[in-house]
């Protein structure tokens, strides 16, 4: 089965500083690689998907991640932060041909002022 | 293009009660899953529904069941409820059972 490890649950920067959320995933096949926002109270939006084409994946909101298959991670980066970043973030992981997705247990990002 | 959405947005039962949560999928999608978000974890899979067939499905018992309508909306049955069903229940939509799933608000259900 495939597993998803989401390192730090809490992470804290300061406005205008790099966000960087980690993600590492075990799969023994090429797999897609989601990374979804969740604000408070609602359900998960879509920030950007890899789907093995190119390995740097841009996103909604000047997010971006790239797919790191040596290492099998998937980090999330923006490089300023915004008050309006501060969220819950999930990283999740399908197969090519799978219907399940897996998610990491979220990090919750918060912006310093 | 109409988005998934759930209802309702709250619910309240007691322990043994049954309930139903309801999904209308994104428009050109025929492809329901649903999933449950325990505070403070991350979404865990419950089942998929494809054509009105169940493809695929987690870890969860029995009493946890759906439906597909041919107008591609679903329906999650939980029946004899226990406290630890206490969650939000996300509802995500896709094509064909596969590929980048988008999702409903939820539904939170809270069980005393």
């Known amino acids: 089965a495939q597993s998803v490890t989401q390192l730090g649950s809490h992470v804290s920067v300061s406005e205008g500083a790099l966000v960087l959320l980690r993600c590492n995933y075990s799969?023994?096949?090429?797999?897609?690689l989601f990374w979804y926002v969740q604000y408070p109270n609602q359900g998960l939006q879509l920030l950007l998907k890899?789907?093995?084409?190119?390995?740097l994946v841009k996103g909604i909101n000047g997010f971006e991640a790239e797919f790191k298959k040596s290492e099998t991670s998937f980090h999330l980066t923006k490089p300023s932060a915004h008050m309006s970043d501060a969220a819950e973030y999930f990283c999740?992981?399908?197969?090519?041909?799978?219907?399940?997705?897996?998610f990491g247990t979220g990090t919750s990002l918060t912006v310093i002022p | 293009e109409t988005g998934v959405t759930q209802s309702p947005t709250h619910l309240i039962k007691t322990r043994g009660q049954q309930v139903t949560l309801r999904c209308s999928s994104q428009?050109?999608?025929?492809?329901v899953s649903w999933y449950q978000q325990a505070l403070g974890q991350g979404p865990q899979f419950i089942f998929q529904?494809?054509?009105?067939?169940?493809?695929g499905r987690g870890n969860f018992p029995p009493r946890f069941s759906g439906l597909q309508f041919p107008n591609y909306s679903s329906e999650l049955n939980v029946n004899a409820l226990e406290l630890d069903d206490s969650a939000l229940y996300l509802c995500?939509?896709?094509?064909?059972?596969?590929?980048?799933?988008?999702f409903g608000p939820g539904t939170r259900l809270t069980v005393l």
């Open positions: 529904y494809y054509r009105e067939e169940e493809n």
């Open positions: 428009s050109g999608h025929n492809t």
């Open positions: 799969s023994s096949v090429p797999p897609y």
């Open positions: 890899y789907t093995s084409a190119a390995t």
């Open positions: 999740a992981v399908s197969e090519e041909t799978g219907n399940q997705f897996y």
């Open positions: 995500a939509s896709s094509w064909a059972g596969r590929g980048t799933q988008y």
